[in-house]
Structures are given as structure tokens and as C-alpha cells.
């Protein structure tokens, strides 16, 4: 069975981790965005879950129906990622993106169009390169 966002972020999944790290696996690779194997870390909103891109690791943190967090080492190419969940898993656009003082390139996804979130980050030391993308 194949599975969609709507089993793990439109609705709140079970709290079960393997459960949810079949849910994103399938969802993404039914978006063709093979390339990254997810294990969920945490099981209880927000949700998280680590991607394992060869020697690489990023995570996904979400709230179903709220918000989606991905981030990952700046030097790691997520675009074709960031395309997949906008046009074929969230399908809508990203929301903001920027970097961390820790190496993070972060871009985020909000239901409510982000306002709230763009307020809360701006002028914030630890926050550079901030982008509103709507």
C-alpha cells in the first residue's frame, strides 16, 4: 500500500515510530525522492525524523497540519528535496528559508502562511540568510 501525506502530515499520525518511518518512506518514494532513507526519532508531535543521504543526515520535524521543518548540513544539496516536497508530498510551496549559526540551511513549510514564524526568527543572532519564498 502506498501512503501520502495525508496519513502523517494533513492528519496526525499514530504514535508509533516505525509505523511513521514506513509512511514517509513510501510517501517519498512514491514522490520519487528516492534518495533518502527516513527512521523517525520521535513519535509524539513535534515529529521527527532523521534522513540518511549516503554519509549524510538531515531531519524532518513536523507538526501534522501546521508546519514542516527540513533541515540539513549546509553543504548538502536538498533542492531536488525541497522540489519533491512542495510540488509532490506537501504540495504547496515553502514557506521561508534560512541558515543557523550550528551549519543548518533550514527551509520550512506553513500551513497558515508563516507569518507568525517569519516574525519569531527575524533579528535573531543565531538566524543569517533569512528568506521569505511566498
Same mark, same amino acid.
Given at each position: 500500500?502506498?501512503?501520502?501525506?495525508?496519513? *502523517?502530515?494533513?492528519?496526525?499520525?499514530?504514535?508509533?515510530?516505525y509505523?511513521?518511518?514506513?509512511?514517509?518512506?513510501?510517501?517519498? *518514494?512514491?514522490?520519487?525522492? !528516492?534518495?533518502?532513507? *527516513? %527512521?523517525?526519532?520521535?513519535?509524539?508531535?513535534?515529529?521527527?525524523?532523521?534522513?540518511?543521504?549516503?554519509?549524510?543526515?538531515?531531519?524532518?520535524?513536523?507538526?501534522?497540519?501546521?508546519? @514542516?521543518?527540513?533541515?540539513?548540513?549546509?553543504? !548538502?544539496?536538498?533542492?531536488?528535496?525541497?522540489k519533491?516536497?512542495?510540488?509532490?508530498?506537501?504540495a504547496?510551496?515553502?514557506?521561508?528559508?534560512?541558515?543557523?549559526a550550528?551549519?543548518?540551511? !533550514?527551509m /520550512?513549510?506553513?500551513?497558515?502562511?508563516?507569518?507568525?514564524?517569519?516574525? /519569531? @526568527?527575524?533579528?535573531?543572532?543565531?538566524?543569517?540568510?533569512? %528568506?521569505?519564498?511566498?
Open positions: 500500500m502506498s501512503t501520502t501525506a495525508q496519513t *502523517w502530515f494533513y492528519t496526525e499520525p499514530e504514535h508509533e515510530a509505523l511513521i518511518s514506513e509512511r514517509l518512506n513510501s510517501t517519498f *518514494w512514491q514522490a520519487r525522492a !528516492v534518495s533518502t532513507y *527516513w %527512521k523517525t526519532m520521535r513519535a509524539e508531535p513535534p515529529f521527527l525524523a532523521h534522513g540518511y543521504q549516503r554519509d549524510d543526515i538531515i531531519e524532518l520535524e513536523w507538526v501534522p497540519g501546521e508546519w @514542516l521543518a527540513l533541515r540539513a548540513p549546509r553543504e !548538502v544539496d536538498v533542492s531536488r528535496l525541497v519533491a516536497i512542495s510540488q509532490r508530498v506537501l504547496f510551496p515553502a514557506t521561508l528559508s534560512c541558515d543557523t550550528d551549519g543548518q540551511q !533550514v /520550512e513549510w506553513h500551513r497558515d502562511g508563516g507569518d507568525r514564524r517569519w516574525s /519569531e @526568527l527575524q533579528g535573531r543572532y543565531e538566524v543569517s540568510q533569512l %528568506k521569505r519564498l511566498k
